[in-house]
């Protein structure tokens, strides 16, 4: 005997099962009638019972659903069974062509498109929401001039009392049977995983998505017939893998906070055999620990077609994007919260603002957004508009019109169904800034000084080193493009922000270059403190360059303090402008360097300042007088 209980609201429906269960041979728990007000209580016996499943329609099936754990089927009428009602419909009516109401739940039927011009009538659905509503709905289709109303029991109540033609919406054996085989295919998976019943629900909920199982060890324990489509690969080839070696690219600090309690829900992106998926990730309780995570994986449509299509995002056209997210190497934790927005932005078509300093990895986190979205089928063109005059900027990015064909294409169309990157977008002209906004926009685009109306799709991401909004209050930037560019906004942290990430990256490149160069330079921990309290304004690019330098010039194995500030003095003196004089005054004092290092690190906060170097207040305000640092800071 199978554990369902099948709880219909009417005997003619009940019959209709009995007929089925006869005909397939199964035998259940319960079969009975029972009357909405008493369903959630019927239900809830039957699962004392001992019922696993419940098999009901309609309002019944949402009631049980919304107040019990227990996953319950539902049986919407098939286009077959509603054709039929329609037929009747007519009969009853003696009309050709009958105007008909139905108010129902939409959980009631598998589909009601095109039933219309299959049956030669016309149709009005008014969906309920709430059992409430149904009079009221009941009286908007006899206004709207409907002949027949077809509905559930308080539909049909309500439209006998008022003397209303009405039918009542019958579930047939079709419905009944593809009810009854998905209740006992879900047995089936329940005795294969005894684990808690909200994982059979979300089974339930994405049976038509890819579906990955992972238990709290990150091990892949299960996945479906659509993740196996996806791989090429039997399940047997997966199950036992941890998830990061057969899903590359996934991010693994998300699955970690559900699997810890941290997250209840999350998404994010990644690609398997070149199709771009959208993942959303959900924890399975059990007995009240988390005991692994169930993973829905659905496709992302790519913008266009034609000549983008097939190239994995990679290289078209000459223009390539070459990097995803598992090329950033920082590891800090602001980073990761970095590279987990971008992985969200990255599924959406709208533009990308990336703020950041020179070396802090802006173009990677450009080009992994890219490989991540649905523009990663086409080509990825990159512009830095300060190198640029403003003319210039137009022509590289609209082309030169009818006029001269042989010249190249605008980026614009170049990047036809893919993506331009805009490198230090805060030096693009106002001109341009207006007529970027109108193309990516508005699809109007700027041609021998005129707009013209174009399907072209474009995803834009944009980089700045300065905060646009001030830019927007000084009028050097359009207020109207900044509020587009600014809704998915990254802000990557500088690296002075990260000393633990300094020590970490000094020690890859010493390594790195000791290698390059047959060297074996090491470095002090006093010399890694300095190289961590330095400004590093060039980010990883300074830092690695650094580094080089320091291997090959290095006359001992092992660098200490002193060489390190002597050879940070060298390589980048502080320069300031001294209004009074007009002189250029270089920094060349290493203790007037650290000075001014932390200031600028502190805000210019000189007691943070006194207690990083342990002296006092006083001491350092001499210190910074006779440096001649005190007039930035109000001295």
Aim: proline share 3%; hydrophobic share 40%; glycine share 8%.
């Amino acid at each position: 005997m199978e554990r369902i209980a099948i709880l219909l609201p009417r005997q003619t429906i009940l019959e209709y099962a009995k007929n089925i269960l006869e005909k397939e041979k199964v035998e259940v728990q319960i079969l009975k009638v029972v009357d909405n007000s008493n369903a959630v209580v019927e239900a809830k016996e039957a699962i004392e019972a001992g019922a696993r499943v419940i098999i009901a329609r309609g309002l019944q099936a949402t009631l049980i659903k919304e107040n019990l754990n227990i996953p319950v089927v539902e049986m919407p009428i098939t286009v077959r069974e509603i054709g039929f009602m329609i037929l009747k419909a007519r009969n009853v009516l003696k009309k050709v062509h009958p105007s008909i109401g139905i108010v129902a739940f939409e959980n009631m039927f598998e589909s009601l498109e095109q039933l219309g011009e299959l049956f030669d009538f016309e149709l009005h659905f008014y969906k309920l929401k709430e059992l409430e509503e149904t009079r009221g709905l009941v009286s908007q289709a006899i206004k709207d001039g409907v002949d027949l109303i077809i509905g559930g029991v308080k539909t049909n109540q309500i439209a006998f009392e008022i003397g209303f033609p009405s039918l009542f919406i019958e579930s047939g054996e079709e419905s009944i049977r593809n009810g009854l085989r998905l209740a006992v295919h879900m047995l089936e998976l329940a005795e294969q995983e005894r684990q808690n019943k909200a994982q059979i629900d979300t089974l339930l909920d994405t049976s038509f998505s890819g579906i990955i199982k992972i238990n709290a060890y990150q091990e892949i324990v299960a996945v479906n017939r659509v993740i196996e489509q996806l791989l090429v690969k039997p399940s047997s080839e997966i199950i036992g893998f941890p998830i990061d070696k057969v899903f590359t690219g996934i991010d693994l600090e998300s699955i970690e906070g559900i699997l810890s309690g941290r997250e209840e829900l999350y998404s994010t992106s990644f690609s398997i055999k070149n199709h771009l998926l959208m993942v959303i990730g959900a924890p399975i309780q059990y007995d009240g620990h988390y005991s692994g995570a169930i993973l829905t994986c659905h496709k992302v449509r790519p913008a266009g077609q034609g000549d983008a299509e097939g190239t994995g995002g990679k290289f078209v056209n000459g223009y390539h994007a070459g990097h995803n997210f598992y090329h950033i190497h920082r590891e800090s934790g602001e980073m990761k919260r970095c590279i987990k927005q971008a992985r969200s932005y990255a599924i959406s078509r709208n533009p990308v603002l990336i703020y950041g300093e020179t070396g802090t990895e802006k173009e990677i986190l450009a080009e992994a957004i890219h490989n991540n979205s649905p523009q990663r089928g086409g080509p990825f063109v990159n512009i830095n508009c300060s190198s640029l005059t403003p003319e210039e900027q137009k022509e590289v990015l609209f082309g030169f019109g009818e006029e001269n064909r042989k010249k190249p294409k605008g980026a614009l169309e170049a990047a036809a169904f893919g993506t331009v990157f805009l490198e230090e977008v805060d030096r693009l002209s106002i001109e341009c800034q207006y007529l970027l906004f109108k193309a990516v926009r508005d699809r109007l685009f700027w041609d021998r000084d005129s707009m013209v109306k174009r399907v072209l799709s474009v995803r834009l991401i944009a980089s700045a080193g300065k905060e646009l909004g001030l830019l927007v209050k000084q009028g050097r930037f359009r207020e109207d493009f900044y509020f587009f560019l600014s809704a998915l906004k990254i802000s990557l942290p500088p690296l002075r922000k990260e000393p633990e990430e300094i020590r970490r990256f000094a020690g890859l490149y010493l390594n790195k270059y000791n290698s390059a160069y047959s060297r074996y330079v090491k470095i002090s921990d006093a010399a890694l403190h300095v190289m961590e309290e330095y400004f590093w304004e060039g980010n990883l690019l300074q830092l690695e360059c650094f580094c080089e330098r320091l291997v090959l010039t290095a006359h001992r194995r092992k660098v200490e303090e002193g060489m390190v500030q002597n050879l940070l003095q060298d390589l980048y003196p502080l320069i300031r402008e001294e209004n009074e004089t007009g002189q250029t005054v270089r920094s060349q004092n290493p203790e007037a360097l650290r000075i001014e290092m932390l200031l600028e690190r502190c805000g210019g906060r000189r007691f943070e300042v006194a207690e990083a170097m342990k002296i006092s207040t006083t001491t350092l305000w001499r210190k910074m007088k006779r440096y001649g640092i005190g007039k930035k800071y109000e001295l």
